[in-house]
């Protein structure tokens, strides 16, 4: 094959990804220095269309960023005015009262929001300061000059759905260049995967755990709307398959946010995660909640769960990862998008010195050392062992031994250290034959849904002309391996009903819809055989979240 020639554009810095890291890092860099060259890049058909989180904010980042944000009509208006825990049962729940807490559990004072309508905000914040932004721009390629990233390749579009050559319409994208490249694409972007790898940046650092969000949008009876009320549950369905809990967060308009977690590390490869999210919405006191209501949207997506001991190295030559690209979540507290802001501020500022200093393509060590000794780290530090004593010993050990962890770290000492995390979640996965199967029960049509009628609510979509961005290392392996060893659990941990094994026997095949893809990455990190490839489809592809 010949090599491809592109057009090329240089910038000071290249920013991948419109969350809230990558905005952060723009606006950022524009506030330090106006005359500066920021373009950011997002796979989404605009900015806010693949943003999916719970989401509780605590404003610390857009404080520290945007200190007169309250008075900018920010899409942020609902406080949390009642927090509430509750350990549920098959029938009925226990309430966990909010005194045994440590005080930074506590959610008042936080905002209930749609962070894809904050992403929405952000974008014409930055472009008010001159940042220039292309949506439906996905990132296919980086740009290498011998061992530093100088860019990436952007608009890329047909290729051969067959071949994957380039086929007769096809348009090459352009080479984006810059001083410094920051990849702020969310949990397990394809490109931060690939730096990664190249340079071993999770040498001497835990694995990445991860989880898989599910959420629901949902319009429900005025009398039963409590505005500002949050609350998270523990225990069932889940029981011991499987670590996770659900959020129910009361927004504005009637609505309420229907969310589901479970971390991808359980063992039974034949849970179906998707399903225990369905039937977790017929408990009765979600039932009561949910009754004469409507679901208007839908969409999933993985979060990094590992925490501290999980972070890689955040720098290589000429690239900065940010946000949850690193990972940055706070487990037991359920947030992550205040650490994505602070860490795009962090790393404009190390880019703006290093730029005014004549440096570039260099490490931008400064970004990391304050990421892990600031706000970021003190902040992830205190949680360290929740999630790994949970992992280990389940549900009322991460209770209690987490709860006494954290409280001790808030005056500097812990019972534990730092605990580690062991396998990989594909690695944790189990053989079918040592678990029992799973008998669900089928959707009602009015509290829970088939999954495929789900995902027309997340209003995904791909042009089926072009491959297939989800790549099998091995296109035998699902039936060979995967099939007799583990029940293929593709079929069931996708959220959005992308795999398929048809037929029996020898005519079994293995089928994939990558139509319905809803770029939760859930198949690149839980598939046992490790043979899924997340890469991006053609810009503006995927999911169209309204106000997720």
């Not at 990849?183 to 394809?190: M, Y």
């Not at 931060?192 to 898989?212: N, R, W």
């Not at 944790?428 to 040592?434: E, F, I, M, P, Q």
Request: hydrophobic fraction near 35%; include cysteine; glycine fraction near 12%.
């Amino acid at each position: 094959m010949t090599a491809i020639e592109r057009e090329s554009m240089e910038y000071d810095v290249v920013i991948v990804g419109g969350g809230p890291a990558g905005l952060s890092a723009a606006i950022r860099l524009k506030q330090l220095d106006p005359d500066l060259g920021v373009v950011l890049l997002e796979k989404g058909s605009e900015v806010g269309a693949h943003i999916l989180s719970g989401a509780v904010l605590d404003t610390c980042g857009l404080d520290a960023l945007l200190p007169k944000w309250r008075d900018m009509d920010a899409p942020i208006k609902t406080e949390v005015k009642e927090d509430n825990f509750y350990i549920l049962g098959p029938a009925g729940q226990v309430r966990i009262p909010n005194w045994p807490m440590p005080p930074f559990m506590d959610n008042h004072g936080n905002y209930i929001v749609s962070m894809a309508n904050v992403c929405r905000w952000l974008a014409g914040v930055a472009e008010g300061l001159g940042v220039e932004i292309f949506p439906g721009m996905s990132c296919s390629e980086l740009v290498y000059e011998g061992d530093r990233v100088v860019g990436v390749v952007a608009g890329e579009f047909g290729r051969d759905a067959e071949t994957g050559e380039p086929g007769p319409a096809y348009e090459p994208g352009m080479e984006l260049r810059g001083k410094y490249v920051f990849l702020a694409e969310g949990v397990r972007g394809s490109l931060s995967k690939e730096v990664i790898a190249k340079y071993d940046l999770s040498k001497g650092h835990c694995p990445q755990k991860f989880g898989i969000g599910m959420k629901e949008i949902w319009e429900i009876d005025p009398a039963k709307h409590r505005e500002g009320t949050v609350t998270h549950s523990m225990g069932w369905p889940l029981g011991s398959n499987a670590g996770g809990g659900s959020f129910i967060y009361h927004l504005e308009n009637n609505q309420v946010y229907v969310g589901f977690v479970v971390h991808l590390n359980y063992e039974n490869p034949h849970l179906y995660p998707y399903m225990e999210f369905q039937r977790f919405k017929h408990h009765p006191m979600v039932a009561e909640l949910l009754k004469g209501g409507k679901r208007v949207a839908y969409g999933a997506r993985a979060i990094s769960e590992g925490g501290w001991q999980s972070m890689p190295k955040m720098v290589a030559p000429g690239v900065a990862l940010l946000g949850c690209s690193v990972g940055m979540v706070n487990v037991p507290r359920i947030k992550g998008n205040h650490n994505a802001m602070l860490s795009g501020k962090a790393a404009a500022e190390a880019a703006f010195a290093a730029i005014k200093a004549g440096r570039e393509g260099d490490e931008l060590s400064a970004y990391e050392a304050e990421v892990r000794g600031g706000a970021i780290g003190k902040d992830l530090k205190k949680v360290r062992n929740v999630k790994p004593l949970w992992s280990r010993f389940g549900l009322v050990a991460s209770l209690m031994g987490g709860g006494l962890d954290m409280w001790l770290n808030t005056i500097g000492l812990t019972v534990f250290g730092t605990l580690k995390h062991g396998k990989t979640d594909a690695q944790a996965t189990g053989k079918a034959r040592d678990f029992k199967k799973i008998d669900y029960p089928k959707p009602d049509g009015k509290l829970s849904f088939d999954r495929l009628t789900n995902v027309s609510f997340s209003f995904t979509n791909h042009e089926e002309s072009q491959p297939a961005h989800l790549k099998l290392k091995d296109a035998s392996v699902p039936i060979r391996v995967n099939l007799p060893e583990y029940d293929e659990p593709a079929q069931r941990y996708c959220p959005a009903g992308v795999y398929e094994v048809v037929g029996e026997g020898q005519d079994a095949r293995f089928v994939i819809n990558f139509q319905n893809c809803v770029h939760c990455k859930t198949c690149d990190i839980k598939d046992p055989s490790q043979n899924i490839n997340w890469t991006t489809p053609q810009g503006g592809d995927g999911p169209n979240y309204p106000n997720m």
